[in-house]
């Protein structure tokens, strides 16, 4: 299956949960992603916004910020085609910004990736590997390049997993893939 096949696959699956479904498996895997080690010894977490039909992430955020971690949140540069890395200290700091995801504004202080010691990454699909599939822009990709010593995990729900997720030379395999059923590692900076 190609990337686009296995990407529409994922997608049409993953919209035809209902939004309360969507909302239970979500706070399944923020359970299990507070119950992990290495994220609550973090200090700073960078993690995307939810959108759509992507496991939710804003109890995430709302949680971080309420145990004192510092949280980072994305804004899209769609000219460079780029993510920036901003300083959040509530969800009221967002607004709608590129492909309708909430961003933070104009005044919030910029991070480098690196700063973080867990990066969350949205998940389309995702296989045994830690090979996922994103929207097929790149944007994570390319950043995941600067993370330094942060763990890359991705959030997703066992229906997007599949035997084999096809990778290109400049996709970026996580170290984590957090369900709502398991939390798998594979390597990389999980201590």
């Given at each position: 299956m190609?990337?686009?096949?296995?990407?529409?696959?994922?997608?049409?699956?993953?919209?035809?949960?209902?939004?309360e479904?969507?909302?239970?498996?979500?706070?399944?895997?923020?359970?299990?992603?507070?119950?992990?080690?290495?994220?609550?010894?973090a200090?700073?977490v960078?993690?995307?916004?939810?959108?759509?039909?992507e496991?939710?992430?804003q109890?995430?955020?709302?949680?971080?910020?309420?145990?004192?971690?510092?949280?980072?949140v994305?804004?899209?540069?769609?000219?460079?085609?780029?993510?920036?890395?901003?300083?959040?200290k509530?969800?009221?700091?967002?607004?709608?910004?590129?492909?309708?995801?909430l961003?933070?504004?104009?005044?919030?202080?910029?991070?480098?990736?690196?700063?973080?010691?867990?990066?969350?990454?949205?998940?389309?699909a995702?296989?045994?590997?830690g090979?996922?599939?994103?929207y097929?822009?790149?944007?994570?990709?390319?950043?995941?390049?600067?993370k330094?010593k942060?763990?890359?995990?991705?959030?997703?729900?066992?229906?997007?997993?599949?035997?084999?997720?096809?990778?290109?030379?400049?996709?970026v395999p996580?170290?984590?893939i957090?369900?709502?059923?398991?939390?798998?590692?594979?390597g990389?900076?999980?201590?």
């Amino acid at each position: 299956m190609s990337k686009s096949e296995l990407r529409l696959k994922a997608l049409e699956s993953r919209r035809s949960l209902p939004p309360e479904r969507l909302e239970e498996l979500s706070r399944a895997v923020q359970a299990r992603l507070e119950g992990l080690p290495y994220y609550n010894r973090a200090k700073v977490v960078a993690s995307y916004v939810a959108k759509r039909h992507e496991v939710r992430t804003q109890g995430i955020i709302e949680s971080a910020l309420s145990s004192g971690k510092k949280v980072i949140v994305p804004k899209t540069n769609l000219l460079t085609k780029r993510l920036t890395f901003h300083h959040i200290k509530s969800l009221s700091e967002l607004s709608p910004g590129a492909f309708g995801i909430l961003e933070p504004g104009p005044r919030a202080k910029p991070a480098p990736l690196s700063e973080a010691d867990v990066v969350l990454v949205p998940v389309v699909a995702w296989d045994g590997r830690g090979h996922r599939l994103g929207y097929g822009r790149g944007y994570f990709d390319r950043e995941l390049k600067s993370k330094g010593k942060a763990v890359s995990v991705g959030l997703a729900l066992e229906s997007q997993r599949f035997e084999s997720v096809p990778q290109s030379f400049h996709d970026v395999p996580l170290e984590a893939i957090v369900t709502e059923d398991r939390a798998l590692m594979f390597g990389g900076n999980v201590k």
